[in-house]
Structures are given as structure tokens and as C-alpha cells.
T-cell receptor, first 116, second 112 residues
């Protein structure tokens, strides 16, 4: 049971290049999330998904796109990378919440992305 | 924006001591509360959920004060391995799947 797996672990891009970050989970979770973490800013939600075929914008969605074609995978795309997107990106998943609580999230070990 | 505030620290504490830190939240409709631990250059991991009556897990005790809108984490008999950043996480009702708000974390350093 691998949990949440992110690929790649590290990447350096030039401004204007595109790339896709892959997140895979084997826990049959309904919800998946992409966050970025910057020094002094904490975790900020980029996009999320509440099920296969669905996506929604989070707090900082600009410059990113996502897709959830399969339940176990959640892809984060950068169409035209900018230096402001240099960050550590975390994927997370959780079970479907009930009415009164939210299930804790399980995180991947992160992707360190540098845009030059 | 629903805010979760934490003292960033660092808290420098000698090994074996007891340390406590708080987190305040602004949304009175918040319903679920968690403490996550994040080691340097690692992913956040759930430490414990926080229940209304308070709860304990070994050396760790979490408390919730709804009236004052804060939660606390107490670590007894601190170990060197407790050195990490502790993230306060709050879920507010009606927030949907994106209803979680993460604090920026409190950095704890346990010194030998």
C-alpha cells in the first residue's frame, strides 16, 4: 500500500515551458487536492476534485490546470511556467466527508519545482 | 478568507520539558480540527484530530476551546524527534471539499 505517490520528485524548468505533475493514490479516496507550499505562506489549495471527472478551483488556481480522468489519478498541469510558480507542490487525498466533519488528508511527499 | 493563526516560533525547548502552543481560528462555524506535523522538506502528516472534550495520544494532548476559538497542543516529556513544524488545520462547515484551512505552522526545536 503506497498511499499517495507524486512524480516527479524534483524538476527544473525554464520560463514558458510546460509540464504535468502526476499524483496517484491507491486508497480508493474520492477527494484529491493539489497544494503549493511557499516559505512563510503555508499550504495553499490550487485545485481539488471530489470525484472522477470533476475538478474545482481552490484559493490560487491561476496558471494551473487539472484533470481527474481516473479516480486514482489527479494531474496538475503548468501550461507556461513562470518563476512565481517555483514552489513545493503537494498532492493529497481523503475519504468522502460526512455532513459534520472532514476526513483528514493523506499527503504525497512533494514535488520540488524550480522555474528559471 | 477564513484565517488560522499560529505563532511561527521557533520554540526552543530542552529535551524532557513540556511545551504547549496554541492556534486561533476566525470562523465560528468551524467544526473539525486537526494537528499535523511536518518535518523539514517532508510532507505534512496527521498527528491527531482534536475533539471537543479534549483528547490525549501518548505524550500529546489536544484541547479545543470553542468559546475563545482556539485549539492547543501540549507535548510532555519532549523528545529530540519531536522537532518539527506543527500545523493547525481547521475545517469550516459549508466549505465543501475545500473547507480545510491550514495554519502556517509553529516551528519546534527540541535541544539536547
Amino acid at each position: 500500500n503506497a498511499g499517495v505517490t507524486q512524480t516527479p520528485k524534483f524538476r527544473v524548468l525554464k520560463t514558458g515551458q510546460s509540464m504535468t505533475l502526476l499524483c496517484a493514490q491507491d486508497m480508493n479516496h474520492e477527494y484529491m487536492y493539489w497544494y503549493r507550499q511557499d516559505p512563510g505562506m503555508g499550504l495553499r489549495l490550487i485545485h481539488y476534485s471530489v470525484g472522477e471527472g470533476t475538478t474545482a478551483k481552490g484559493e490560487v488556481p491561476d496558471g494551473y490546470n487539472v484533470s481527474r480522468l481516473k479516480k486514482q489519478n489527479f494531474l496538475l498541469g503548468l501550461e507556461s511556467a513562470a518563476p512565481s510558480q517555483t514552489s513545493v507542490y503537494f498532492c493529497a487525498s481523503s475519504e468522502e466527508k460526512d455532513s459534520y466533519s472532514n476526513q483528514p488528508q493523506h499527503f504525497g511527499d512533494g514535488t520540488r519545482l524550480s522555474i528559471l | 478568507r477564513k484565517e488560522v493563526e499560529q505563532d511561527p516560533g521557533p520554540f526552543n525547548v530542552p529535551e524532557g520539558a513540556t511545551v504547549a502552543f496554541n492556534c486561533t481560528y476566525s470562523n465560528s462555524a468551524s467544526q473539525s480540527f486537526f494537528w499535523y506535523r511536518q518535518d523539514c522538506r517532508k510532507e505534512p502528516k496527521l498527528l491527531m484530530s482534536v475533539y471537543s472534550s479534549g483528547n490525549e495520544d501518548g505524550r500529546f494532548t489536544a484541547q479545543l476551546n470553542r468559546a475563545s476559538q482556539y485549539i492547543s497542543l501540549l507535548i510532555r516529556d519532549s523528545k529530540l524527534s519531536d522537532s518539527a513544524t506543527y500545523l493547525c488545520v481547521v475545517y469550516h462547515s459549508g466549505g465543501g471539499a475545500d473547507g480545510l484551512t491550514f495554519g502556517k505552522g509553529t516551528h519546534l526545536i527540541i535541544q539536547p
